[in-house]
C-alpha cells in the first residue's frame, strides 16, 4: 500500500479493534466514539494531504523498494536539501493544528529512520535484531502505519529502579523467552495517540547497568491489537462541544494511556534489542533517532509558536492595546521565542553532518538546546496570553448563547473596539482553549516534559557538550596574560 488516504486510516481502525478503555467502558468503535472521533478525522486530515495534487511532490516521495509514492517523513535523508524537504513536509503538517498535536505520525516515522538506517547497531546486540529494524522500517513506511510508542515506567516509587518496586512487574518486564519470542508483563507510561495502528515499545534510557536491570530491557514494536495488550485512557479533554466552544481541544485531543501488558507475546521479528542494558539506554543517540526527532519536534514547536503569536496579535488588535509599553514586552518575548527556534531549527540543517550509519544528520547541539529551552518558553507564552486576556477569559459566551435569546444583548456588550462580538468570541475562546482550558493545561505538561525531566535534560546536555575548546581558549587568553605581565615587570626593572 502507498501513501495512506484518510478514509484508509479510518477504516484500518475499524478493522483491528484494540483493546483500549475509557471511564470503565471499553471502547467498541474509536472511529465514533465521542472521545477519540474527532482526533481520528484530524489524523485522517493529515493523510488526505498527502493525495492533494497540489501537494504531491511535497508530501510523498517514491519508494526505492516499490515505485509506489509514500509519506516523506520516512526520507532517509542523505542530504541538506533532504533535510530541508522533510522538515517543509513537517510543517505542513504541524500548521494543520497550529501545532497542537504533538503525535502526528511523522513524529515517529523520523525515529524509524533513525533506528533503521542504524540497523547494525541492533544487530551488535543479535544479527536478526538488525534485520528486524529494517523491514520494520519498511513495513512501517509501505503501510504507511501510524505510531504510538511508550519509553517510561509507571510513577510508582521514583526513588528506585524497576527491578525494586513493590511488585517486580509493575514495569513491563521480560517473564519468559521461548522459540517463538518473548513474553511481557507489566505496564508502561504514557501513550499518546492510542487511536494509532501500532506502538513502538521502546528504552526509557534510564536502566541503571545492572544484570537485575535486563528483564526491563528491550526495544520492539506490535499491532495495537495483539492480544493482551491494553490501553487505560485518561479523562477526554473533548468534551463534545462545538469548534467555536472548544476550537482546539474539540479537534486535537491527542488522548494519553497507560499500556498494560498482560503475558503479551512477541514475535522474534519484532525485537530490536534484548537485555543490553548498556545499548539500551544509548540507543536513541547512537542511532541518530533522537536527533531526527527533535528536528520533527522543533519544526512543531515553530508552527506552534507562530501560532500563539497570531492569537496573541488579533487579541492586541481586537481590545486597542498595542500603544501600551509592558504589551510591547510581551509580544517581543513571543517574537524572541519564535526567531529562536527557528534559528535553532536552521543551524541544526545547516550544521548537519553525514553519522557513521550514512544519514544525513541534523546537528544535534542546537536541537538539543532548543528542546531545552521550549521547556520554559511555552509555559510563559501562555502565562502572557493570560495577561493580555485577562478578565476577558471570564466573559466569552458560548456558541448556544450567540443564537440563544440574549443574542442581541451579546452583540452589543461583547463588542471590541476592532471587532464585532462573534468575531472578539470566537478569538477569545481559541485563546481560552490554549490558556485555560484542560485541553490548554495539559499542553503546558505536555510542553514542560516533551522530552522527560527537565532537570535531567539539563544535566545530560551539560555531560554530553563538549566545553573543551573554550575552556582551552581561556586557559590560553590566563597564559598569555601571564607572560604580558611578567614582560613588563621585567621591563620596568632594568
Not at 541518530?288 to 520533527?296: P, T
Request: glycine fraction near 6%.
Amino acid at each position: 500500500m502507498p501513501a495512506r488516504t484518510g478514509a484508509q486510516f479510518l477504516q484500518g481502525l475499524r478493522d483491528r479493534p484494540r483493546d483500549l478503555w475509557i471511564e470503565g467502558q471499553r471502547v467498541a468503535d474509536p472511529v465514533e466514539h465521542p472521545a477519540f472521533r474527532n482526533v481520528v478525522r484530524s489524523v485522517a486530515a493529515l493523510y488526505e494531504m498527502q493525495h492533494d495534487p497540489a501537494l504531491r511532490d511535497e508530501m510523498t516521495y517514491v519508494s526505492p523498494a516499490t515505485g509506489d509514492r509514500v509519506g516523506l517523513s520516512f526520507l532517509m535523508p542523505r542530504s541538506h536539501d533532504d533535510l530541508v524537504r522533510a522538515r517543509k513536509m513537517m510543517k505542513r503538517w504541524a500548521d494543520y493544528s497550529g501545532g497542537f498535536m504533538g503525535r502526528t505520525p511523522d513524529y515517529l516515522n523520523r525515529a524509524l529512520v533513525g533506528f533503521g538506517s542504524a540497523a547494525e547497531y541492533c544487530a551488535e546486540n543479535d544479527p536478526r535484531f538488525g534485520d528486524n529494524i529494517r523491514r520494520y522500517y519498511e513495513h512501517v513506511r509501505e503501510h504507511d502505519l501510524c505510531l504510538t510508542h511508550t519509553l517510561v515506567n509507571p510513577q510508582a516509587n521514583r526513588a528506585v529502579g524497576p527491578a525494586q518496586q513493590a511488585d517486580p512487574h509493575l514495569a513491563a518486564r521480560i517473564v519468559e523467552e521461548t522459540k517463538d519470542g518473548i513474553v511481557l508483563r507489566g505496564a508502561r507510561m504514557l501513550a499518546t495517540l492510542p487511536v494509532s495502528d501500532e506502538i513502538m515499545v521502546f528504552p526509557s534510557t534510564l536502566l541503571k547497568v545492572t544484570p537485575e536491570d535486563a528483564p526491563y530491557a528491550y526495544a520492539l514494536a506490535l499491532p495495537n491489537d495483539t492480544p493482551g495488550l491494553r490501553f487505560l485512557c485518561r479523562e477526554s479533554f473533548d468534551y463534545g462541544r462545538s469548534h467555536l466552544d472548544h476550537p482546539l481541544g474539540s479537534r486535537f485531543e491527542e488522548m494519553d494511556a497507560v499500556v498494560i501488558f498482560d503475558n503479551v507475546r512477541v514475535p522474534w521479528e519484532r525485537v530490536f534489542l534484548l537485555r543490553d542494558v548498556e545499548k539500551c539506554n544509548k540507543a536513541f543517540a547512537m542511532t541518530g533517532a533522537v536527533a531526527q526527532m527533535a528536528h520533527q519536534v522543533v519544526t512543531k514547536n515553530v508552527a506552534k509558536t507562530e501560532f500563539i503569536l497570531g492569537v496573541a496579535s488579533l487579541i492586541v488588535d481586537a481590545i486597542a492595546i498595542e500603544q501600551y509599553q509592558h504589551v510591547h514586552e510581551k509580544m517581543a518575548e513571543i517574537i524572541i521565542c519564535l526567531e529562536t527556534m527557528r534559528a535553532f531549527l536552521r543551524t541544526s540543517e545547516v550544521e548537519a553532518q553525514v553519522n557513521r550509519w550514512g544519514v544525513m544528520q541534523p546537528a544535534w547541539p542546537p536541537l538539543d538546546a532548543a528542546r531545552n529551552v521550549y521547556t520554559r518558553m511555552y509555559p510563559r507564552m501562555v502565562e502572557i496570553l493570560q495577561q493580555l486576556g485577562a478578565s476577558g477569559f471570564m466573559a466569552i459566551p458560548s456558541e448556544r448563547d450567540l443564537g440563544g435569546p440574549q443574542a442581541e444583548a451579546i452583540h452589543t456588550y461583547y463588542q471590541a473596539a476592532r471587532a464585532d462580538a462573534a468575531s472578539r468570541i470566537k478569538l477569545f475562546r481559541l485563546a481560552w482553549d490554549i490558556a485555560i482550558s484542560a485541553f490548554g493545561s495539559r499542553q503546558i505538561l505536555y510542553e514542560r516534559f516533551f522530552f522527560g525531566d527537565p532537570v535531567r535534560m539539563a544535566g545530560a546536555m551539560f555531560n554530553a557538550y563538549d566545553r573543551r575548546p573554550y575552556m582551552e581558549r581561556v586557559r590560553a587568553f590566563l597564559e598569555r596574560a601571564g607572560e604580558a605581565a611578567a614582560s613588563l615587570k621585567g621591563g620596568a626593572g632594568d
